[in-house]
Every structure is written in structure tokens, then in C-alpha cells.
């Protein structure tokens, strides 16, 4: 079973993670060669180490997946009592899609879940239909959840309506989004502090492009400038600036 491509948003964190191991690994021998050598080697090392990390991190595209039987193994233990929260099932459905490429299965999880009402389980469902392209699908699952100030479930909905090129009922959604997240905060994925700050960068970097994408095709082009900026800052990975819209090539040269 080939696993599908990974969303940009999983891959930024992906790159993220290995970025920081690459550091990690690289600051103890720029540390020793300080010992060993001098200050002025420690700075030469750390540098060149640092350097090296970015540039491994920037042209890192695909990372190796896990061990099939043993992710399967762990979520099956996981849901021998059936009595998991509905968050901790949803996280659970995205690794079986996005790391083992098992989307009926994840598929079939989520909807015997969907009574719980977590916002997460149907923005999740959703992605997955996106993902694969059944639009019409993701806009349906999003339905019961369509009201709710939930900013994955604007972020999600305004993603869906750009899919269809809805570009002004997708940026209210967008805008809500927003606004949600500005009060109350994105919500926790419950899988490590350093790996939530980094779905954070990520959805917020992923929001802002969308919202960028809708007013240039609205033709508020000042817009589209301002919150294609903001939503770089989140994204250290240079590589992926110009990435977010390749969906539409036009964008750059209008966009001055």
C-alpha cells in the first residue's frame, strides 16, 4: 500500500523535527572542537554545522515512514477498549493515512467517532477527502461543524471553497479562522510541546497563504501581499515560500 503525498503542512513539521535533530546533533561537536581547539574553532564548527543543517533540511523532500506492522500494532492496542477520546482518535486516523497510506481505514475510524462532536474528527475526515481530491465529500462531512467558531473548522471550509474557487465565501471562512485562532488559541494536537508549536507555525503559515491566494484572485493585490509576508515569517524553510502557490503560477508576477 504506496502512501500518498504528504500535505505541505505535515511536511513543514516533518522538515522541522529534522532540523532540530540535525542541530542537536551538530552544537555538541561545535562545543567539543571549542574545548579541543579554541573558541574561534567552536564558532567555525558551529557555523559550518548549522549552515549544513539548513541546507540538508531545505533539500530533505520525503522522509522515510515508520514501521508499518509496529504503527499498526500500537493503534490497534490503543483501541482494544474502544473508550479513547475523540482527539486522540483523529491523531491516530492521520497516521494511518498520512504514514501508512491507509485511508479506509482512517476513514472508517473517524466516522464510527463522528457522534463525539470533536471539531477535530470532522476537519480531519475532511482533510483526507481533500486530499484525495473528493471535494464535494469534504464539504459535506464539514456540514455539521459549519457554524462552529472553531478556527480548523473555518481553516479547513475555506480551504475546500478555494478548491471549488468560492474566492470571497472561502476568505470569510478564512477570516474567521483567523480571528478564532487569534482569541483562543489553535488548538492543541496533544503530541509534544515542540511538535505542536510546530503544527502552529505550520497552520498559521498554510492560513495566511490561503487568505493571500483569495484576495489576489479577488484582485486586492496590496492584500495578497501583506498576508503572503506574514504567513513567510512563519516558514523558515525558504524553500517552501514560493512552494505554498504553485497552484497558481500567476501569482508572482501579478502580485507587485
Not at 477527502?129 to 459549519?146: K, M, S, T
Not at 488559541?185 to 509534544?192: C, F, Q, S, V
Request: with cysteine; proline share 4%; net charge positive.
Amino acid at each position: 500500500m504506496g502512501c500518498p503525498q504528504v500535505p505541505r503542512e505535515v511536511l513543514y513539521v516533518q522538515k522541522l523535527h529534522y532540523l532540530t535533530f540535525l542541530c542537536t546533533a551538530a552544537i555538541p561537536i561545535a562545543v567539543a572542537a571549542a574545548v579541543i581547539y579554541g573558541s574561534r574553532a567552536g564558532l567555525i564548527t558551529a557555523s559550518a554545522g548549522l549552515s549544513l543543517a539548513y541546507l540538508a533540511t531545505v533539500k530533505k523532500s520525503r522522509f522515510v515512514a515508520p514501521n508499518t506492522e509496529a504503527v499498526i500494532r500500537r493503534i490497534s492496542r490503543s483501541f482494544s477498549t474502544r473508550n479513547l477520546p475523540s482527539r486522540t482518535v483523529a491523531i491516530a486516523a492521520t497516521q494511518l493515512y498520512y504514514l501508512l497510506g491507509d485511508h479506509l481505514r482512517a476513514e472508517s475510524l473517524l466516522k464510527s467517532y463522528l457522534a463525539a462532536e470533536e471539531p477535530l474528527l470532522y476537519t480531519t475526515l475532511a482533510d483526507i477527502y481533500l486530499h484525495q481530491g473528493r471535494v464535494r465529500d469534504a464539504l459535506a462531512c464539514l456540514e455539521p461543524v459549519r457554524k462552529m467558531e472553531h478556527p480548523l473548522v473555518h481553516w479547513t471550509y475555506g480551504r475546500v471553497l478555494l478548491r471549488q474557487k468560492d474566492y470571497q465565501t472561502a476568505l470569510k471562512h478564512l477570516e474567521n479562522a483567523k480571528k478564532y485562532a487569534g482569541t483562543a488559541g489553535l488548538p492543541r494536537a496533544g503530541t509534544g510541546l515542540l511538535n505542536n508549536i510546530f503544527m502552529k507555525w505550520s497552520v498559521k503559515s498554510s492560513l495566511l497563504h490561503s487568505m493571500a491566494l483569495c484576495y489576489h484572485k479577488l484582485g486586492e493585490h496590496r492584500q495578497a501581499n501583506k498576508c503572503l509576508r506574514l504567513g513567510n515569517l512563519y516558514l523558515i524553510d525558504l524553500s517552501l515560500w514560493r512552494v505554498r502557490l504553485a497552484e497558481d503560477p500567476g501569482f508572482s508576477q501579478q502580485q507587485k
